[in-house]
């Protein structure tokens, strides 16, 4: 069996270091990653506290496959209470920082209080010390690193972080944890920078058998469609064109789904033009990180949410602004998907006569200053610096404050993908789409294509992609390693073929046998490699009873922590919706269906989930996923 | 005539990024890719996303969609990433 993992805790305002062994049932029931913080969280902490108050808690976490050398494997995870829901967060991150630390012997910290000045944690051989941040604090995400060891493994924040921007981010080399403003918990505890080093290897039950499952692993990755050709070649940008070609690209504010010269801002146009590489993770084979120059250095481009909300969501078709704008908040250290959509909401405001905080529909030349001055809380901008419902709430414009829960919807317009529009609106951190099981996957950017406009086992499909999603995550895996679960025929027959869309057609009939096979998880004693390895390979590495129906009650366990969380906070059914553009405004005025059914929806998500009628997970359920209350 | 725009993969196998042919149907534009350039490129073709003025064929009528006199096709790579 692989050692139980070892966390540790520093409350920052006394210094006071304690080690936290994880027991043999909690790393058996929550694995690692986000599911053990959120059990953590809810364990450790008291109901109210507000997220920027010295109380509050931070997890910094990894899984049991992290530094494993497993594919896709190196992603951390941090948990904390959600800046913009109040609800919880959980945010993830491909940098270095968490393979360091488990080599720096713990695989989790927990960070507590207020550092009487700015700090920086250190993690070095076991060994925790807080030390002053001195010349440190007020530089960029980029700046902060060059002055910290170049062998450590770091996690720092930027200017918006220190000034508590509420969609502040902290990165590890040029990855974020972006959303739900991680950066800014740092920064109100005064914590510039976290560091880990050591020399201890994370170890395996059965190396031999893990060693050649991973290489096998790694022939299937690069030989998938998908992974081996797609996101390699065009990274996630190359979603622009597919969700240009359904209405399913946020276009003015997600006033529309199209956008007059997607073409300028697409994948196939970035890696035409700029590209200068590819880059990766720790231990990737997809290597989809695009390279591109700006302001004459090579730095990490923009992802697919990046492209479409710096570029047709704000009205605009300049990619070099797009990569500029990207690069800016990378190095001040906030979410792009957070602060470029809280703009396309302002400009919005603009073109209403409702407020003016100098941005326009379609104008990029200020932008970069704009960011500046949110990040510092300068000027006319300070209050973009709180996001859009914080806006809405002042200004007025809810109807289309695009967010769920207080978090800034992603880049997929759910009116063309109500399955989507479900999983953002369920989706226990808010607007999120990889919480939100990605359905947007499965009906308009994907190679098989559901019928994206039926509520018709919508319910079903997201209740199982968000907990698979949630397993992949809980063991430290990027969620990009999981898309080869569409097998490779359908990219070999294309999205056209009549396989194909018979295929993408039936999925909406069978949201009852999903359910079903949701419901008796106990029979799934096995594991498929084509459909999910990432069950057999926490099987080797941890020497657990790991197979696919544990594997899925793993993922709802996680989802229903967190739901039980949410609750605690004071969430309750009614921040399981959208904003009114979108549930009632459809976007083609000639189809009524063009809007997101949550009504036809969400009845149904509670039932297949075992929730009751206010979407409270029931003692029925909760006693079936062994989760104590 | 329609003017048909093909990236990716397809750019390269023709080595154009757009003309215009004579089509009214994309199972036209399909047989013409077959005759100008390979059996090998119209089969990468059908792997692709295709769209008629921006649209997906997928929300139309497939490879029978039909096509106007000053439509434009393209051709674009599957993806992923979220």
């Known amino acids: 069996m692989m050692q139980n993992p070892l966390y540790v805790h520093l409350d920052l305002g006394t210094g006071i270091v304690r080690q936290i062994p994880i027991s043999d049932e909690y790393f058996k029931k929550y694995i690692g990653g986000k599911t053990l913080a959120a059990r953590l969280l809810l364990d450790m902490t008291r109901p109210g506290i507000d997220s920027l108050d010295p109380e509050s808690m931070i997890i910094i976490n990894t899984g049991p496959l992290n530094g494993t050398g497993a594919p896709s494997s190196s992603r951390f995870n941090i948990t904390f209470k959600n800046v913009l829901s109040g609800g919880i967060a959980s945010s993830n991150c491909g940098g270095q920082f968490g393979v360091m630390l488990r080599r720096a012997g713990y695989e989790g910290l927990i960070l507590t209080g207020k550092a009487q000045n700015p700090s920086v944690v250190q993690v070095i051989d076991g060994e925790v010390t807080l030390v002053d941040a001195g010349e440190l604090w007020g530089l960029d995400m980029e700046e902060t690193q060059e002055k910290l060891p170049h062998a450590y493994g770091k996690l720092v924040i930027g200017p918006a972080g220190e000034n508590l921007v509420r969609f502040a981010s902290a990165g590890s080399g040029e990855r974020m944890a972006g959303r739900c403003g991680c950066g800014a918990v740092l920064g109100s505890k005064n914590v510039k920078a976290i560091v880990a080093y050591g020399t201890k290897r994370p170890e395996v039950h059965d190396p031999v058998k893990f060693n050649k499952f991973v290489r096998k692993w790694v022939k299937f990755i690069k030989n998938h469609p998908m992974t081996g050709e797609a996101l390699p070649r065009y990274g996630s940008a190359g979603l622009v064109s597919k969700a240009n070609a359904t209405h399913a690209l946020p276009t003015r504010n997600f006033k529309y789904g199209q956008f007059e010269n997607a073409d300028k801002v697409s994948g196939e146009m970035l890696t035409e033009t700029k590209l200068t590489r590819n880059g990766n993770c720790i231990s990737c084979p997809i290597r989809c990180e695009r390279r591109v120059m700006v302001r004459g250095k090579e730095v990490k481009g923009p992802e697919y949410e990046t492209m479409g909300f710096f570029g047709p969501n704000i009205d605009s078709d300049d990619l070099d602004a797009i990569l500029e704008l990207n690069y800016v908040c990378d190095t001040l250290g906030m979410d792009t998907i957070s602060a470029a959509s809280t703009i ?286 | 005539m329609v003017f048909v725009k093909y990236r990716a993969t397809l750019a390269e196998l023709t080595g154009k990024r757009e003309e215009r042919i004579e089509a009214q149907s994309i199972k036209d534009v399909l047989r013409y890719i077959n005759a100008q350039y390979g059996k090998q490129t119209e089969k990468e073709a059908k792997r692709m996303l295709i769209t008629v003025d921006s649209e997906s064929i997928l929300l139309r009528d497939g490879f029978k969609t039909r096509l106007n006199e000053d439509s434009v096709v393209g051709f674009f790579p599957i993806s992923g990433g979220g």
């Open chain 1, 344 to 629: 396309a909401f302002a400009m919005e405001l603009k073109e209403n006569g409702i407020a003016d905080f100098g941005v326009e529909f379609g104008k990029t030349d200020n932008l970069a200053e704009v960011l500046h001055k949110i990040a510092f809380r300068e000027g006319e901008c300070a209050e973009l610096a709180n996001g859009s419902k914080w806006l809405s709430e002042k200004y007025g414009g809810k109807e289309y404050a695009i967010h769920a829960k207080g978090l800034e919807l992603a880049s997929y317009e759910p009116r063309r993908s109500v399955g989507m529009g479900l999983g953002y609106a369920t989706a226990n951190r808010g607007g999120c789409h990889l919480n939100g099981g990605y359905l947007a996957l499965l009906e308009s950017v994907g190679v098989l294509s559901m019928d994206a406009q039926t509520p018709k086992g919508k319910a079903e499909f997201t209740v199982f992609m968000q907990d698979a999603l949630e397993a992949v995550s809980s063991a430290g895996f990027c969620l990009f390693s999981a898309q080869t679960f569409v097998t490779a025929i359908f990219f070999k027959l294309g999205p056209a073929h009549w396989f194909t869309r018979f295929v993408g057609r039936a999925a909406t009939r069978v949201g009852g046998a999903v359910r079903l096979m949701l419901r008796s998880t106990s029979l799934l004693r096995f594991n498929s490699f084509y459909l999910l390895p990432h069950a057999e390979a926490i099987r080797l590495a941890t020497g657990f009873k790991m197979y696919t129906g544990q594997f899925i009650d793993l993922g709802e366990r996680a989802f229903n922590l967190e739901r039980m969380y949410n609750l605690r906070e004071g969430l309750t059914s009614a921040d399981d919706t959208l904003p009114s553009r979108l549930t009632k405004d459809p976007q083609d005025k000639n189809r009524p269906d063009t809007v997101v059914s949550l009504d036809a929806m969400l009845p149904r998500y509670y039932k297949t989930r075992g929730w009751d009628e206010q979407g409270r997970p029931t003692a029925k359920r909760l006693n079936q996923l062994k989760i104590e209350v």
